[in-house]
């Protein structure tokens, strides 16, 4: 297992962060926020994006993709977390495009996916049911019927939800909430009738949504996968999602820590510049320590998404020790940034608590630092 990025990894991540710098700075999500763009990313951003490749990296070139790996996903996410950058990435590629090339069958795969990588369509994963990330609890209900299926039900915080082409929706065919057994995925094209998608507002101003099934009937080809096995590739999907955002928290944490060093360094009390004081050097050189084990548990779980030889349990471990560690480190970075900023940290002139915001809804996304602990002993 390799914890290092490869040299053709590092040139993706210069790519990347020229790109974003560029094209999609921290102003650029102000001006979303303060424009209300329901969409929360910028589609001829997005197109670039896709023309960059970014859409293809983790498929094989059988559908259209670079077969570059999970693992080049990690630079990309990580400039995005720096730039604060907005886009369907981790909706409709890691999470929509991984459940249809693990579970679709070829004929949904030709129509969908190839259009998902293409940039043509758009996915979203439909699988909470309330404000707290727990998969295995589904309730919403499929039954089976001559036509093919009939789903009823809500679902909570879907990520990039607000004008999806389609929805992954997980919903239970057999068992109780919290058996794995009985989970079901189904596509549900946006114009479905009975579905109704209404916006969701969290407080770093991203596309969130919540969907209403009202006896959603749905052809027996909506079905991905076999009825009632969705679970292996929905864990598989949503540990790759988990993955990617911890790789966004990384790069948010690692910003904010270099903005407070310059920040230590340049503001002056009592004629001296507060970097040299020591209780605050002993807190920096305190979030360079975090920084660094949450670099090495994230490349851990980067190579492991992509290692045939681990196990769903090892893989799960390493992916619910990077979020929980990830997410652990960007929250308290956030609010020393905040801390050390002083008073003006929190007021919006100042990009600290932009970050702070989406460190907050980032971490509690896929599952908050207490479910990855709770996900970490029962795997152990």
Known sequence: MSLRYSDEQRLLADSARDFLAARSPVSAQRRLRDDAVDLGFDAPLWHDAVELGWSAIPFPEDFGGLDFGCKGLGPIF?????????????????????????????????????????????????????????????????KAEVQGYRLHGDKFWVVDGLG???????????????????ISLFLVPADTRGLTVSALSLIDSRNSARLQLDQVLLGSDALLGTLGEGWTALETALDRGRTCLA???????EQLFETTLEYLKTRVQFDTPIGTF????????????????????????????DDASHDARARARLVSLAKWK????????????????????????????????????AQGCLGDRDFHCERYLAHA
């Open 278 to 305: 020591q209780v605050l050097q002993h807190r920096a050189a305190q979030m360079y320590i975090d920084l660094a084990l949450s670099r090495s548990a994230l490349m851990a779980a980067l190579a492991t998404l």
């Open 164 to 182: 999806a082409d389609a929805y992954v929706v997980a919903a239970r065919t057999s068992g109780q909430p919290g058996d794995t057994q009985g």
């Open 78 to 142: 990580e400039s995005m977390g720096r730039n604060l950058s907005a886009s369907p990435l981790l909706s409709s590629v890691v999470l929509g495009g991984s459940l249809l090339h693990l579970a679709g069958n070829p004929a949904q795969q030709t129509h969908w996916l190839q259009a998902v990588i293409g940039g043509k369509q758009r996915l979203a994963l439909a699988v909470d049911e309330r404000s707290r990330h727990d998969p295995s609890r589904i309730v919403l209900e499929a």
């Open 247 to 253: 790789a966004e928290l990384l790069g948010m944490a």
């Open 326 to 361: 990830t997410g652990d480190t960007a929250i308290k970075v956030a609010n020393e940034a905040v801390q050390m900023h002083g008073g003006i940290g929190v007021t919006d002139e100042l990009d600290v608590g932009l970050y702070l915001k989406r460190v907050r809804v």
